[in-house]
């Protein structure tokens, strides 16, 4: 029998393709936003963390809407709002008024996520967790796309809006198909927010996880994975253009190759994990992975192995945030929700300060600190992952 809720799953997973746009469209477009607006590369970063700033300040109220009012209508306004952001933002002069955009992509983003993770999960509920692993798989099928249509209208000497105004249109046609579509009964207390459903595992442990040590470090992992990609999606088309003396199109069309390394990662993630490797040993291997290509990144003078270097940074950069997010369920599932919540609020911490931290790192040293922080940043990712992986290995988890 036909799935009654595939309608509804395809505006979903549109929705989260052109979410993979919006992700990386004002780094994408930096440098034309700086001349429209009249402002330095650093107030465009500012933007991308006032997105941050808007998805931390309401993602509690639309997680409440979203039990209260159901998931369609505010997947529905989601859609919608983008609409509002992307039309707006390439044809104002105003920072201010781009702020107040930045705001409701924000808040689009908290909206998006607590209309369609519920969703999908009460939706498909023997599938959960491939069901939102494709999440991120369109996310990094959106980012890989954009980067070519911004190529194709610089090349054709377009306006650069146009990269805006083609996901405008398209979060109308999600907004006719999910108004169109059957959605599920709010299941209220079954959504597990990420990866793995363990609703139906039972957990024993030698000696009981504290949240205040084993938690702590995997809320502060969170935010340090967070970082670590976007500083590469933020800052790779800059640093392309400003120390390997890439052409604009050029640039661009690197972060494509960092969105297709990540959409390997989400499809090795989904055949490997917890089959031959486990998600809190994962969680050494791939920071660790990101840290190496960041040095042979780093190092690297000419233009040819670039690309080839990007790739893997995707691949090992991306992914691993939704590990902590199951480590993390796993060590505290009688508070699955309260544990989640604080890594999701990491990330928005990360989206909040990294983009504009890192634009002051750019104008005050040079772009090419901002990468020298990201291998920080993964030095610190490492060390918190062992001393997690130390500390699980004690408690001895037994399913």
């Not at 300060?353 to 993964?378: C, H, K, M, Q, W």
């Amino acid at each position: 029998m036909k799935n009654p809720y595939l309608k509804m799953g395809t505006g979903i997973y549109m929705s989260y393709l052109l979410l993979g746009m919006v992700n990386i469209i004002l780094a994408s477009n930096m440098g034309f936003l700086t001349e429209q607006m009249h402002v330095d590369r650093t107030d465009i970063s500012l933007l991308i963390s006032v997105i941050g700033i808007g998805h931390l300040f309401t993602v509690n109220i639309s997680g409440k809407l979203s039990d209260r009012y159901g998931r369609k209508p505010l997947i529905l306004v989601a859609a919608v709002l983008y609409v509002v952001f992307l039309v707006g933002m390439p044809l104002t002069n105003s920072f201010s008024i781009a702020i107040g955009l930045a705001f409701i992509a924000g808040t689009c983003n908290s909206l998006l996520d607590s209309g369609s993770y519920p969703a999908l999960n009460e939706a498909f509920p023997k599938r959960a967790g491939s069901a939102t692993v494709l999440i991120k798989a369109f996310v990094s099928i959106g980012a890989i796309l954009l980067p070519m249509m911004i190529a194709l209208f610089i090349s054709k000497d377009l306006f650069f809006g146009y990269a805006f105004f083609v996901p405008a249109a398209l979060f109308l046609v999600v907004a006719f198909i999910v108004l169109k579509s059957a959605f599920p009964k709010n299941k209220e207390d079954e959504f597990d927010h990420y990866l793995v459903d363990y609703s139906a595992v039972k957990i024993q442990f030698s000696i009981k996880p504290k949240f205040m040590k084993e938690g702590a470090a995997l809320i502060l992992f969170g935010f340090t994975s967070i970082s670590l990609s976007m500083i590469v999606q933020t800052w790779m088309p800059t640093y392309a253009i400003e120390v390997l003396g890439y052409g604009d199109i050029e640039a661009v069309s690197l972060i494509s190759f960092f969105s297709a390394g990540g959409l390997l990662s989400v499809i090795l993630l989904t055949v490997f994990l917890n089959r031959w490797i486990k998600p809190v040993t994962a969680m050494i291997i791939y920071p660790f992975m990101a840290a190496v290509f960041l040095v042979l990144f780093l190092t690297n003078s000419t233009q040819g192995l670039t690309a080839f270097l990007i790739f893997f940074l995707g691949l090992f950069m991306s992914g691993i945030f939704q590990l902590a997010m199951t480590v993390m369920v796993e060590l505290f599932p009688e508070n699955k929700g309260t544990s989640v919540a604080y890594v999701s609020a990491a990330a928005s911490v990360a989206f909040m300060v990294i983009p504009y931290g890192t634009g002051l790192l750019r104008e005050y040293v040079n772009i090419t600190s901002v990468f020298v922080f990201d291998f920080v940043l993964a030095l610190v990712s490492i060390l918190l992952a062992t001393y997690i992986f130390i500390k699980y290995k004690k408690i001895k988890v037994v399913h």
